[in-house]
């Protein structure tokens, strides 16, 4: 303890509590000041297991989220299974009703793009979030599906589709081509004679 401040692993603590070294926290689920919160780290922030725990949910949003180089999904094949080909393209991009829209609670009430989960659901239904699992208190081997109080949209799913849609309209344009390279030869031809 030093000027007031309590330090764990250091005898010059800089804050109310400082620690150095590794703290575990096993039932603490926020951390609350009275006032504006904030976690700060200088390293890396990770759950303690893989693919097992969100950042948010439906109903508790953060409004913005910073990256210098955006957002990574894992893509590794060795990480994937039942592998085939999408059956989705040119058609479903069609089928699409992007929108313009504003947030109808947001302290930001600029216009958005986007695309309304319920209508994507009808045409795409794999890149609708519906669910979610959650941990059990108890024992972090349990999971219990939940119902998502708002349904969410995984943009970045809808990539692969957009990459299909140009895969099928290429094929057109070179079918057109050789359609087009085709009739002109018959109208060359038919000068000629």
Do not use: C
């Not at 439906?58 to 059956?87: C, E, F, L, W």
């Not at 979030?129 to 995984?154: C, I, M, N, P, Q």
């Amino acid at each position: 303890r030093k000027n007031g401040n309590v330090g764990i692993g250091t005898t010059v603590p800089l804050d109310a509590l400082h620690v150095n070294g590794r703290v575990r926290f096993q039932t603490v689920e926020y951390f609350e000041d009275g006032g504006t919160s904030e976690i700060e780290a200088r390293g890396d922030i990770r759950p303690s297991a893989d693919n097992v725990y969100d950042l948010g949910t439906s109903s508790h949003r953060y409004d913005d989220v910073y990256a210098t180089n955006g957002t990574i999904n894992t893509s590794d094949r060795r990480d994937k299974k039942n592998i085939a080909s999408m059956p989705y393209g040119i058609n479903e991009i069609l089928a699409l009703n992007p929108i313009i829209y504003q947030w109808k609670e947001s302290m930001d009430s600029g216009f958005k793009l986007g695309l309304i989960a319920q209508d994507l659901e009808e045409v795409l239904p794999e890149v609708v979030k519906k669910h979610d699992y959650k941990v059990s208190e108890e024992d972090e081997s349990v999971f219990t599906r939940v119902e998502a109080d708002r349904l969410g949209v995984y943009y970045s799913d809808i990539i692969p589709v957009l990459v299909k849609g140009m895969q099928d309209q290429n094929e057109i344009i070179e079918q057109m081509r050789v359609e087009l390279d085709a009739l002109k030869k018959e109208l060359a031809d038919s000068k000629r004679d």
